[in-house]
């Protein structure tokens, strides 16, 4: 039986679900920038969540949203060719994320909602809290009354009397107190919102999109945006939530009370934060420039290598990026990866017998199944997960390396093993060949964009033009860089 902790009890409870379907919601991505290995770390973490609660019999509905609405965004309307708008800007960084999470194997969520198509929803929301007396308008804006909801804190551990003003600087001559928070703010991007962002120009700052509303032109607030969402795709309570564990306060503590406050029903069973990715001794981050995007690390380590880095630490510990860190996920990952080929080659070869059986192999491949499903069922616990699987592979080796004929149907086993946990749980690529196809569609790839630059220098542009969307039908991102500069392309996993 699954056991997880629970932030909000902060014990560890026993798992049952509420209904059929075990309905997850994870906190997305503010999409502002590209992203990096701090956001692939929840993703990941939550696949397999995802997918060990598939395997374990359960219905899942998994939702995971894009912030598309948001003053970072807005921030970059006139960088480069990032788009005329945020919406554009949005879209931009989107398609690339989503391309990452391909990339790295993740299952697809149920949807993946964006605010800027939930407005309706988010108004609806707002105008229940305004009728129920937990929200109050103010200059056009509407905030949530923190000190109507007794339980505000609940989840963070704090009480209202000791909390700090949240929110835009701006706000807090328009709030009863000083922890409210926005629901609906009037008007466009706040100058105050982006007054530190360095390619903002503030004699003219983006204004972003707004929409209209009972209270005026505006835009929606970060929190209820979550909320909105879930219970839209979800239900007014759902199973799991997952995120950051950045994201306790204030993100998922006013997620609680509007949602709560709204309905009188809980809103999530069951908070499931992960710790963050260190590099350097700080928060990997955007914001800091300390980021490694998760385009760069496929391109350096490939999906299995990464995947086999972030397993081998516990979801809600913090975990650290390194060089060597690294180099042991590949090691981890190619000691499993050679067992589980030499275990193929064996079974499939002329030395694997009928009648021969290796009790101790035997009994391994039973005691790594047990230790993998118990680990897992511990609060997904997949360090000791992995473990349970190089046991296995060490014990498949001495199998292989003390005979010179097998146990045929032990072989099978294993293979089985490590393709169902390994494969189906991990979300390993075992046997696809995917690095050598990868460097084999690099080089070709860089050929045609020879031959394609060749045409362009001798003017035949047209010819050029069907080169490339001969490139992109194929599934290959070809994008020109500044005069003088060359071209980059992206190979998009088109599986």
């Not at 004699?203 to 005026?216: I, V």
Request: charged share 30%; glycine share 10%; proline share 3%.
């Amino acid at each position: 039986m699954l056991s997880v902790t629970n932030t909000l009890s902060d014990e560890r409870e026993e798992f049952r679900p509420t209904g059929d379907e075990v309905l997850v919601y994870v906190c997305g991505l503010t999409v502002s920038d590209d992203a990096h290995l701090g956001h692939a770390r929840v993703w990941v973490h939550a696949d397999v969540m995802c997918r060990w609660l598939s395997h374990e019999g359960h219905a899942v509905r998994h939702v995971e949203n894009f912030t598309d609405v948001n003053e970072k965004i807005a921030a970059r309307i006139d960088e480069g060719d990032l788009g005329g708008s945020e919406l554009g800007v949005a879209r931009r960084f989107i398609e690339g994320t989503l391309e990452d999470m391909r990339g790295l194997n993740l299952q697809r969520a149920t949807v993946y909602p964006r605010v800027s198509e939930h407005v309706p929803e988010i108004l609806a929301l707002i105008e229940r809290l305004l009728e129920s007396g937990h929200a109050y308008e103010s200059d056009g804006s509407v905030y949530f009354d923190v000190t109507t909801f007794e339980e505000y804190g609940k989840l963070s551990n704090q009480r209202v009397t000791d909390l700090e003003a949240q929110g835009d600087p701006t706000e807090r001559s328009e709030k009863r107190n000083p922890a409210d928070f926005a629901l609906w703010k009037a008007g466009g991007v706040s100058e105050s919102a982006i007054r530190d962002h360095e390619k903002v120009d503030h004699a003219h700052p983006p204004d972003g999109e707004t929409w209209d509303s009972p209270w005026g032109e505006g835009r929606p607030g970060w929190h209820i945006e979550c909320s909105a969402m879930a219970m839209t795709h979800l239900d007014e309570t759902i199973d799991i939530h997952v995120g950051g564990h950045d994201l306790v306060f204030p993100h998922h503590e006013n997620e609680i009370a509007q949602s709560e406050a709204a309905t009188g029903k809980p809103f999530a069973n069951y908070w499931l934060h992960t710790g963050l990715l260190e590099t350097d001794g700080e928060k990997m981050s955007s914001s800091l420039g300390n980021f490694f995007t998760v385009s760069a690390a496929l391109d350096e380590f490939g999906p299995d290598v990464l995947r086999s880095f972030y397993l081998a630490t516990e979801y809600g510990s913090n975990q650290t990026f390194s060089e060597d860190a690294m180099a042991e996920a590949k090691e981890r990952y190619e000691r499993l990866e050679r067992a589980y080929e030499r275990a193929i080659e064996a079974a499939d070869g002329p030395d694997a017998r009928t009648k021969i059986e290796d009790h101790e192999l035997r009994a391994a491949i039973e005691e790594a199944r047990g230790e993998f499903v118990r680990a897992m069922n511990d609060d997904f616990g997949v360090r000791e997960a992995m473990s349970a699987l190089l046991e296995l592979a060490g014990a498949l080796n001495r199998h292989l390396d003390a005979r010179e004929e097998y146990d045929y149907r032990a072989l099978r086993r294993a293979i089985e093993t490590i393709e169902g946990f390994g494969g189906e749980i991990f979300g390993f690529s075992f046997g696809s060949g995917a690095g050598d196809g990868v460097d084999l569609a690099g080089d070709l790839v860089e050929l045609v964009l020879e031959v394609r630059e060749a045409e362009r220098e001798a003017g035949n542009y047209e010819r050029a033009d069907a080169l490339r969307e001969d490139l992109e039908a194929l599934g290959v991102t070809v994008e020109d860089e500044a005069e003088g500069e060359g071209t980059t392309y992206r190979l998009s996993d088109r599986s």
